[in-house]
């Protein structure tokens, strides 16, 4: 049997800033609103001002090693970033975190991958901009 917080670890590793424009730009909301910039400004903002109270929710969850309001905030985080579409890297970290809630009921909440994805998720966070050109 393989032990399940050895394969936590392995398979979850947070993606670091992936170089590929396609993970980071912001061409799927673009696309979705029509290119109009104060709506998509008006969006990013919005997913900050979220991110800023998940943020402090998900990293309370993970410190009381409450998993069902873990699952639950990863649920709600994942819509937040959904305007910025499923290849966008944040979108995509969280995908990951969340599809691997099983493996972290049964092997246990792995503090250092949490509070490195949290941070991770912050950074990529407070590197949105719309471009005004």
């Not at 910025?84 to 969340?98: Q, T």
């Amino acid at each position: 049997m393989i032990n399940a917080t050895k394969m936590l670890t392995t398979m979850a590793k947070p993606i670091i800033k992936n170089p590929d424009p396609m993970c980071n730009n912001l061409d799927y909301l673009r696309d979705l609103l029509g290119n109009d910039t104060q709506a998509m400004q008006d969006i990013v903002r919005e997913i900050k001002d979220q991110w800023a109270d998940d943020a402090r929710e998900l990293a309370a969850a993970v410190l009381s090693r409450n998993i069902a309001e873990m699952k639950r905030l990863l649920h709600r985080i994942k819509s937040t970033f959904s305007p910025l579409g499923p290849d966008h890297l944040l979108y995509k970290e969280i995908a990951n975190a969340a599809e691997m809630m099983p493996t972290v009921e049964a092997a246990g909440v792995d503090m250092r991958f949490w509070s490195d994805l949290i941070l991770n998720l912050e950074n990529e966070v407070s590197d949105l901009k719309v471009a005004t050109t």
